[in-house]
Structure formats: C-alpha cells, structure tokens
C-alpha cells in the first residue's frame, strides 16, 4: 500500500515538558491488551505505579485521570514516568503514535499529524510556500490536487474537476459570523477555553470589529494567505475518506467553514497556532461534532 504524507511529517518530535498544552491531559488513555500484558510484568515501583493507575472503564483498560485531568504518569516537570524509567518502547500504542492518524481513501493510506498537537500547528504554520504531500520513502512530492488525481476522488467532482476544486478551496466561507458561531455552539464543548473563544468572537461581531465575508484569499499578505491556505487543504485530507459519505463540494465547504472559524479565532486572540489548536481538540477530535457541522451546513 502507498503512505501519503504532508511535507511536514518527518520534522516531528514531541516537546514534551516545554508543551503548553500536552496531550498527557485532559484525555483518556484506552491500553492495548499487549501492553498491559507488559505492565503486568514490570517488576519494581514504576510496574506497582503503573498497575495502580489503571482502571477499567466500559470494559476498556485506561489510566484513571487525576482531580486535575492528569494522566498519573505525567510528572511536574511535563515529562512521562513510563519514558523516564523504562523507555518509550514501553509506551501503550495510543502514546506511541498520538499525534499521527491514518485514514484511507482509495488503497492509499494518507497519514499525518494532528492539530491538536500544538507541535503539529507549528509544523503546519512554519512554512510559506503551498502545502506538498510526499510518497513516503521515495522523493516524489505533489500538490494536494495531484493527490486527488491519485485517489477515484476525481469521479466526485464535476467535469474540469482540477480547476474547479483549486477555485472551491481558494475561497473563504460565503456564511456570515453568526451561521458559523451557530453550528460552532451546536457541538459539545470540550472545556471552558472554547466556550470562552466562542464568547469573545460573538462578542467582537456584535461590536461590529468582525465581518464577513473575508477579502479574496489571493489579495491577503503572501505569508497569510499561505496559512490558510495550508489550513484548508490539510483540514480535507484528513476528511477525504468522509467522500463516500459526503460530497466533495461539502467536504471542501467544511474545511472553508473550519478556516474560516479559526481564522476568526486568531482575530480575536491573536494566536494563530493555539486557535488551530483548540479547534482541532473541539471539532476534528471528536466524531460527533464533525457529523454535527457537516449536517448543519445543510440546513
Ligand atoms: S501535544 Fe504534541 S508536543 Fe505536546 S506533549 Fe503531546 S505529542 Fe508532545
């Protein structure tokens, strides 16, 4: 099987304790039966430490999060007890590979990094230049319409379907700040940071200090318009699998939408890479709230 990945992929490494928002909390870790086969037979105080911090939930082996959504491996100084002591080869499969997904989409399994990994947006936002995607372990590259060409994607869109899908995804939404704010609040907020953002932006438009809809993407700064552009062709890789469901003009409405939310969020902070990063843990982390956008859209 071919392995697509975005021009990023091999630069990650995790920031571990200098992570402002790591991913050792506020998220349940599910223990695949291996490894906590492994735990078992780890001898010493790490092995006891270890046995103690798992629990069954719903008939699913996971680490009991602490009062403040800790992962109780996580030490003080932002650094895992299970790496420190014994390696990360003895990390449970879910650790090992967060952030990387992989979907798969016409015998091609397209892989990359999350965005709700603050490291992932960095990555993303680093470069200026048109987001590449690469064959993995060979030198090609392609743009993302090259890999659409790749996929049976092309029977989803109309005639002279190159030209037509550049000019839907070089485009903001056409909905106005108050339809997206309304999908936004239809999903399940993850925690006080998003209600708080979602507040600020309703807020700023009712000052009339937002509008939409935004310029044409190709008068923005050169550096901006990469961005988002970047933003939005990453935000439909990830969702192309969804094109036996969805629509392709849908899905490339949804990544516009996503972008254009987020980039009403860093309006509002000023923050770029974080507003990237709280959408991504909101919206593309959860299932259910991207079947809600996607049904809302219609609507
Ligand atoms: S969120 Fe990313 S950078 Fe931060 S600890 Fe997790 S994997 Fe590392």
Redesign the pocket.
Known sequence: MITIVPDFYDQFS???GS??????QGWEIDIDEPTLYRYEQIKGEIGDKIRQSIIIRDGVFIFQLTDDDRCPLLQDD?LCQIIRTLGPKKLCKVCAM??RFFVYKSELELAGLGL?????CELLLERDTPLRFCIEGTDETMDFFELLKMTDIAKYLPRDCASQAMSILHATSSLTVSQILRIMELTEPINDSWCQLLAKIRQETTAGKLTLPLPPLETWPHDQQQAYDRICQYILYRMLPRLSRWHFGHLADYAKMNTTFIYLAAAVTGDLPESLRLWSAQIEYDTDNVEIILENMLK
């Not at 709700?116 to 992932?120: A, D």
């Open positions: 995790c920031k571990a992570c402002q928002h790591t991913c050792c932002g967060h952030p709700c990994c603050e490291k992932t």
